[in-house]
């Protein structure tokens, strides 16, 4: 257990669907991260949030929209994905963003989209 | 930018130590290096991390050569749990904040 835990674990879902990945830390930190692991590719970050604010957007499509209401709660919206966005999508919280501190990772959600 | 590069696959046997290499030639002198690992389909797991000095704590070591240039991660004895794929990481710093970049790492095989 890291502390830092994602919910579902797996999602299945239609292009025409709406969902949303739900990502909680239990461990004070004020930093959080959204990566996106695809097949035999290496992780991507996404998002990053420090202090609830979005400090970085790595030219995520719109139909990603993520969400921070306070620094220990992370969702990702999910609407009109593409069979390409399957992945494994991963969560992850460190203490801030200005220093090089260890990040803590979820189980990840498991995403596929038919 | 501090770029890593590691070898794509290694194997160990059981009980054995296992000697992950990593280079990172182009590090600045105040940029730490991180070690991670991968355990199939779960989130990357923190192993141990440095700056200058060699570094230990009960799951591995961290060996930095005097350069700097490049660093080993060693597992004094390996099990089979300890199949992995290994990373190396340098975290970037843009504006003042930093990030990592995840590369392809090193898949190690632990063998009984």
């Keep these: 257990e890291t502390g830092v835990t994602q919910t579902p674990r797996h999602l299945v879902m239609g292009m025409t669907n709406k969902k949303s990945l739900k990502c909680e830390q239990h461990l004070g ?9 695809s097949a035999k590719k290496p992780l991507e970050l996404m998002f ?3 202090f609830k604010e979005q400090t970085e957007n790595n030219s995520v499509p719109s139909r990603f929209s993520p969400e921070c209401p ?3 709660h992370l969702f990702l919206h999910l609407h009109t994905l593409q069979p390409e966005d399957s992945a ?13 501190y260890e990040q803590y990772f979820g ?3 498991r995403l596929t989209v038919t | ?6 070898p794509t696959s290694m194997d160990c046997a059981e009980g054995r130590a296992a000697n992950l290499p990593c280079n990172h030639s182009t590090i600045s002198g105040n940029e730490y290096v991180y ?3 991968q355990i199939h389909s779960q989130g990357p797991q923190y192993i141990i991390h440095g700056l200058k000095n060699n570094e230990t704590n009960e799951m591995a070591s961290l060996i930095i050569t005097e350069d700097r240039k490049s660093s080993t991660l060693i597992l004094p004895h390996a099990t ?18 930093y990030k990592y970049i995840f590369g392809t790492g090193t898949r190690l095989k632990v063998l009984a």
């Design chain 1, 29 to 37: 930190h004020n930093a959080m991260y959204w990566y996106k692991q």
């Design chain 1, 48 to 50: 990053v949030y420090n």
């Design chain 1, 70 to 72: 306070n620094s220990s």
């Design chain 1, 88 to 100: 494994l999508y991963l969560c992850a919280s460190s203490q801030e963003r200005w220093q090089t």
């Design chain 1, 107 to 109: 189980p990840g959600t």
């Design chain 2, 1 to 6: 930018d501090a770029k890593t590069t590691q």
């Design chain 2, 35 to 37: 070690w991670y690992r």
């Design chain 2, 80 to 97: 089979l749990r300890d199949t992995a794929v290994y990373y190396c990481i340098v975290p970037r710093t843009t504006s003042g904040t």
